[in-house]
């Protein structure tokens, strides 16, 4: 299964930018880059997703590096309700399932 | 984005008796969908995947007769928790998706209590 590894925990101020990294060096060449955030007691919730190029849309931004070994999800200016666990995730397309393996994320503190 | 909902939202069990679980994708149709389970303070771990119409493929140490997954149509896929015991406790989570190169949309959730 392709591997990510994010850091255990962030904080950040309310209003600031956050960067989010992950690190994903056994990439394949198919591998979708996905991210999902989580809140308490929820099913996780759709960020972003990308492949080479960095993307954007009305809730983030992906910034995916040249050699797809790493990402990193940008929130612009978080708010209390950004507050969650955000997980990046590789579809793993080695069964043919491309099945999503969740790691262990990244719990963002938002700081008010 | 796309819904996925999921039936129960929470559900109460006793000891022995089997309980089942509903996802349905509400406005597209699903050809894959995914069941997790999620103990408090970790992570999601993938119970199955199913595709619909054919047997679902179930994770390493994953007991599929003790979780019966159905995925009868496009848009609802079924897991049957059989003989349910106290450490069968969780929050059991569903995704679907409508191709490979799509992304997942995740259910609410449903956390169950077997007493």
């Known amino acids: 299964d392709a591997k990510t590894t994010q850091p255990n925990s962030m904080e950040s101020n309310e209003e600031e930018p956050v960067h989010l990294p992950c690190n994903h060096s056994t990439i394949s060449g198919t591998d979708y880059i996905h991210w999902y955030r989580q809140l308490p007691s929820q099913g996780p919730e759709y960020v972003i997703h990308?492949?080479?190029s960095n993307v954007n849309n009305r809730m983030a931004s992906l910034a995916i590096a040249e050699d797809r070994k790493s990402s990193t999800l940008i929130l612009h200016r978080a708010t209390l309700r950004d507050a969650a666990v955000y997980y990046c995730?590789?579809?793993?397309?080695?069964?043919?399932?491309?099945?999503?393996?969740f790691g262990t994320g990244t719990r963002l503190k938002v700081l008010a | 984005g796309a819904v996925v909902s999921q039936h129960p939202s929470r559900v109460i069990c006793k000891s022995g008796t089997s309980v089942k679980i509903e996802c349905r994708s509400l406005?597209?149709?699903?050809?894959?969908m995914f069941w997790y389970r999620q103990f408090p303070k970790q992570s999601l771990m993938l119970m199955a995947t199913s595709n619909e119409g054919s047997k679902a493929t179930y994770e390493q140490g994953v007991e599929k007769d003790k979780f019966l997954i159905n995925h009868a149509s496009l848009t609802l896929s079924t897991l049957t928790v059989t003989s349910a015991h106290p450490e069968d406790s969780s929050f059991y989570i569903c995704s679907a998706r409508k191709t490979a190169n799509t992304e997942a949309f995740f259910g609410q959730g449903t956390r169950l209590t077997v007493v």
């Open positions: 995730i590789l579809r793993d397309g080695t069964s043919g399932t491309y099945k999503y393996i």
């Open positions: 406005d597209f149709q699903a050809t894959t």
């Open positions: 990308g492949l080479t």
